[in-house]
């Protein structure tokens, strides 16, 4: 049985999502569930235009040359979803986004006052992952990547990575999260690119790590078969740790790809190539997050921000003109007017995770007034006009932060 505060019990309670045996490792969202998806796509998003990258869109399924290429065909192949086209051509869902994002940078044909190249997407990869390993959102076949990458010359390699890692600090607090941890995980012994190439991204991605002030815990053998990376580790308030962002410096597939630029004095040169995530996956972050805060996530996230019920039949038209108000001003708001008792209505509330109740009955409708009830069961009386500047201050607290 699952714990009440386990993110499969929350997301079944307040709605958000299921999972079912006729689509392993892949999610049914709801309407409320999909709402906190785009919620969180949308900070990251936000992110993403304040880093300066460009947002693409790359294809799901790539024929086999190029996945032989990336190396993906010889080192991952057993868990990517085959499928064959009318030709015989071997083809496979994506697992990543990285050789996408390389097509269009070699048909950019970038010059060097054009570096850095920043791509990024929320790219739907799949992987053909164990039945046995997959768990909720924490494990999945099908999800979503905050993929990014960073197509740059030598000398800009430490500022983007150390830029990178500054952002990530602030972006966490902003979901709640302190304490962040860092790993450096360095060669695996299956891997694509030569020793030469792993011992200068491992010193160079060291040192940029060093010069963001990082301290690491080192994962010796846990890299990408094409990266060595740094690793984010997020603890959550049972002190359970997970890891979500991560920065790979890969010499390995512009080198395979045969990527360049044209420098200053005409000569091509190979860019290095960071692959970057804030999330990692959309879903398990999603998760992590559902756990950390039981269910009562902060009121810029919460899917429904306030709920208005109405005390009787007499207040339903009123509690119906202030949720449409609080919908005007951009407030996530709907209106009760079941029947049930205010104490149902306040459980019912509670248990969709909605921060704010707003109660209105005959008295508030004689005073042109509304009751404002936070989740904790803080009570306030307000006149209308500043209980809707209340819950706007509220529900915006953190959207831009």
Known sequence: MLDAHDHRSLGQRQDLFHLQEEAPGMVFWHPRGYLLYRLIESRVRQQMQHDG?????????????????????????????????????????KPVSC???????QRMAPSYRDLPVKLGEFGLVHRNEPSGSLQGLFRLRQFTQDDGHVFCAADQMREEVSRFCRSLISFYAGFGFEGVEVAFSSRPAQRAGSDEMWDLAESLLLEAAKQAGLECVMQPGQGAFYAPKLEFVLKDRLGRAWQCGTIQLDLVLPERFDLSYVDGSGQKRRPMMLHRAI???????????????????????????????????????????FAAKLREVGCRASVDVRSESLSRKIVDAHHAGVPWLV?????????????LRRRDGEQRDLPWDEAVAALVSECRLAASA
Not at 99 to 105: K, L, M, R, T, Y
């Open 359 to 371: 109660v209105v009955g005959n008295r508030e409708v004689e005073k042109n007034a509304v009751r």
């Open 279 to 321: 999330l990692g996956s959309l879903e398990r972050f999603m998760g992590i997050l559902l756990e950390h805060h039981e269910g009562a996530l902060p009121a810029w996230l919460a899917p429904e921000q306030v709920v208005v019920a109405a005390v009787g039949e007499a207040s339903a038209d009123y509690a119906g003109r």
């Open 53 to 93: 990258f460009l947002e693409v869109r790359t294809p799901q399924v790539l024929a086999q040359p190029i996945w032989e290429c990336s190396g993906h065909w010889e080192n991952f192949r057993e868990n990517m979803f085959q499928l064959a086209d009318e030709g015989g051509r071997h083809l496979a869902l």
């Open 99 to 105: 050789p996408g994002h390389i097509q269009i940078v």
